[in-house]
């Protein structure tokens, strides 16, 4: 699998979660974080119908779950609940 990249111009149309692998965030051509399995990204600007802040580069053999608005939507509600620990658990599975 080729590596993918998102650039800061890019407004998202979907929220993204790390299965397995590692995430680059970069700006102004640095490294500022390096993510591993977990990590959810996109999902403000996704609301917000903004482009990315930061340009993400998705490492290879990385796993990535696209997650369309509706389902950002049920996860934030849920979040608010104290439900998310088990939903990303069930993810694992």
């Known amino acids: 699998m080729l590596s993918h990249k998102y650039d800061t111009v890019h407004i998202p149309t979907a929220g993204y979660l790390l299965l397995d692998g590692e995430i680059h965030f970069i ?3 640095s ?3 390096t993510t591993k399995s ?3 990204f996109g999902v403000t600007e996704l609301t917000d119908k903004s482009p990315l802040k930061y340009t993400v580069k998705i490492t290879q053999k990385s796993k990535v779950c ?3 608005r509706s389902t950002v939507k049920e996860l ?3 979040l608010t609940k ?3 620990p088990h939903i990303f658990k069930s993810l694992d599975a």
């Open 38 to 40: 977990g990590t959810l």
């Open 31 to 33: 490294i500022i974080q």
């Open 76 to 78: 934030l509600a849920k």
């Open 66 to 68: 696209i997650l369309d």
């Open 27 to 29: 700006k102004r051509k």
């Open 82 to 84: 104290g439900e998310l």
